[in-house]
């Protein structure tokens, strides 16, 4: 199944890039990259990306801006993505492992090529463990149910 990349005009080049990264380990990408010097407002490319991700057109997705959080955060408000926003490739691989991540976020103004290439190795490397996570991400989607319903006290 494809892998999404979407990215804002923070570093286009930088996004093309990992893009090509992501075919070299043998998956497909679709590509959310806009014409190099063109602004766009990430929220609507991380939308696009993640919503592949949602309708099970993709396995998961990866968005770039300029350090990541901006694209995590409109991510995150998409039900059923886990976005995480990395830096280092440690938690990008317990992101997969520990809590089922099905969104990596980047920085292209935070992290190099290479050492965003190895985020980018270590999340798509990684594998859900399952056991004790399982049960801790049931509760993060039963969270998650109770906040958009408006239950259990939320103000």
Do not use: Q
């Not at 990215?7 to 190099?36: M, S, T």
């Not at 929220?43 to 990541?68: D, Q």
């Not at 290479?114 to 993060?140: C, N, T």
Request: charged residues 25%; hydrophobic residues 40%; contains cysteine.
């Amino acid at each position: 199944m494809p892998i999404a990349l979407a990215c804002d005009h923070a570093d286009v080049d930088f996004a093309h890039l990992i893009c090509g990264y992501i075919k070299n380990f043998g998956h497909d990408v679709i590509c959310f990259i806009p014409e190099k010097g063109t602004r766009v407002d990430y929220p609507e490319y991380a939308k696009l990306a993640a919503g592949l991700v949602v309708e099970g057109k993709c396995s998961g997705a990866i968005l770039i801006c300029g350090t990541g959080v901006g694209m995590s955060i409109a991510a995150n408000k998409i039900k059923s993505i886990r976005a995480v926003c990395c830096s280092e490739p440690y938690s990008a691989r317990l992101s997969r492992e520990h809590n089922d991540a099905n969104v990596l976020c980047i920085g292209a103004r935070v992290v190099g090529l290479e050492l965003a290439k190895d985020i980018v190795r270590a999340w798509l490397s990684a594998e859900f463990e399952g056991d004790r996570h399982a049960r801790r991400l049931a509760m993060i989607k039963e969270i998650e149910t109770e906040i958009e319903g408006g239950t259990k006290g939320w103000r």
